[in-house]
């Protein structure tokens, strides 16, 4: 599926044998989703809401920090959330049905994004691949909990949903606008039709969407995180600049703004960083994403250094939800 990508977001001649194989996975998809509205496919409906932070494309969106701004709001107006996530690698597919995400994990067992949130210290964070199972396990572990949000899982129907926001990369949006292999979609574009909410992050929003800006001007030491510096103290230092990420150069063109300028390395996204990939003789500092952090930790010096970024959204989109699940 790496290989594909080069071709998501452009017409080669290579799409005369992709494009029959989306319209057959596009069926299968309509198909599906009509088989679980009507009925004839279960769905489990939770005691609590449950508030999907998901996308219709293949690679990272920005659905993770915008489900840490939507729990700090949630709690910020008296709920009490918590969130659920499939996890990534072996995470999902070795991992018990169901379990809390704890700060002492590894990446390879909870999966980055998971590890991340946790880290966050919000609230509870648990993973597993049969969802509504992960929720109920938590909802048990955790009876205090009043509303969940399920990081990624739009297209989990066996979930059922009281909201579902849907996030876009702003500067990618759909590529060729196919479905997988052809094009990036998991979904065809109509699918944002029937969500309750479009969040374009970073570029021009058009009517009934909303704005999502992914801010950070500051870098913690990964092996002294109580150490943190702002960009003007790099400035002028050999700097490089790591990530593995669904669209790595979001990071290295954040980095320019803040008047850094970094050698850049692009990694496919959920890699599994070694030391030596990392080692830079001559660098100064390096510079990494949060969801890389989490896998560097254990071989981390004092060049490594992350940059903190959290999503700037209207408080309106967290009324829209609390509107829609009621008080």
């Not at 290579?14 to 004839?40: D, E, K």
């Not at 918590?82 to 049905?97: D, E, F, N, V």
């Not at 050999?238 to 790595?248: D, F, R, S, W, Y």
Request: proline share 6%; aromatic share 8%.
């Amino acid at each position: 599926m790496q290989r594909l990508q080069h071709y998501w977001y452009r017409i080669t001649p290579l799409h005369l044998l992709l494009y029959p194989v989306s319209l057959f996975l596009r069926a299968l998809v309509a198909l599906r989703r009509t088989l679980y509205r009507r009925g004839l496919f279960t769905s489990i409906k939770l005691p609590v809401p449950v508030v999907v932070i998901g996308n219709i494309s293949v690679g990272g969106t920005g659905k993770t920090p915008l489900t840490l701004t939507l729990a700090q709001q949630l709690i910020d107006a008296g709920w009490h959330p918590a969130i659920i996530s499939r996890g990534y690698r072996k995470s999902a597919t070795q991992a018990p049905t169901a379990r809390e995400v704890l700060s002492g994990d590894g990446a390879d067992e909870v999966g980055d994004e998971p590890l991340l949130m946790r880290q966050r210290n919000l609230c509870p964070v648990w993973i597993g691949r049969n969802r509504p199972a992960v929720a109920l396990a938590l909802l048990q572990a955790h009876p205090e909990c009043d509303i969940l949000l399920s990081d990624d899982g739009l297209q989990h129907y066996r979930l059922q949903r009281d909201v579902e926001i849907a996030v876009v990369d702003g500067a990618r949006r759909f590529g060729n606008g196919m479905l997988i292999p052809a094009g990036p979609l998991r979904e065809p574009i109509s699918r944002l039709a029937s969500v309750d909410a479009v969040v374009i992050n970073g570029g021009a929003v058009k009517d009934a969407e909303w704005a999502m800006q992914l801010n950070g001007t500051r870098f913690y030491n990964l092996l002294n995180p109580t150490e943190v510096l702002s960009a003007e103290a790099f400035i002028g230092m050999q700097l490089h600049a790591c990530a593995g990420i669904g669209h790595p150069q979001r990071f290295f063109n954040h980095l320019q703004q803040l008047g850094l300028h970094c050698t850049s390395h692009a990694f496919p996204d959920h890699h599994p960083f070694q030391a030596s990939e990392l080692d830079f003789p001559r660098a100064d500092a390096l510079f990494l994403t949060e969801k890389d952090a989490v896998k560097c930790a254990a071989f981390a010096t004092e060049k490594f250094w992350v940059l903190r970024v959290d999503a700037q959204i209207s408080p309106q989109l967290v009324q829209l939800i609390i509107e829609k699940v009621g008080s």
